[in-house]
């Protein structure tokens, strides 16, 4: 069974910095697709950043946001910079596990990041 909690939300200065942790378990880091994703109020989920080797991140956080695996057993970190009022939303942690041809996503119940002055 997979379970995933995040931590290290909220409220956060215009410019400053923040790292979010996701603990996990049935998840395979090195094997499995992890990440994060984020929902702010009235839109879509989007990404943030996912890597299974490789990494993608979104677009409105290249070059400030870096995920991080390996830092410690079962986890993984997104270390944030230079934060906008416009990241604020609620970050998800993400797990996609492969088993033969089946995938199935797996999601945190979400912590809030709040940026403002």
């Known amino acids: 069974q997979v379970r995933l909690v995040e931590s290290g939300g909220g409220l956060f200065q215009p410019g400053g910095s923040l790292t979010l942790s996701c603990a996990a378990s049935g998840i395979r880091i090195g094997r499995d697709a992890v990440g994060w994703y984020r929902q702010a109020p009235g839109k879509q989920r989007e990404l943030v950043a996912v890597t299974d080797g490789g990494t993608v991140y979104g677009d409105s956080v290249k070059g400030r946001f870096v995920i991080a695996t390996g830092t410690s057993e079962n986890t993984w970190s997104l270390q944030t910079h230079s934060l906008k009022p416009e990241d604020t939303a609620v970050y998800y942690c993400?797990?996609?596990?492969?088993?033969?041809?089946?995938?199935?996503?797996?999601w945190g119940q979400g912590t809030q990041v709040t940026v403002s002055s």
């Open positions: 993400y797990g996609k596990r492969c088993i033969i041809e089946r995938c199935y996503e797996h």
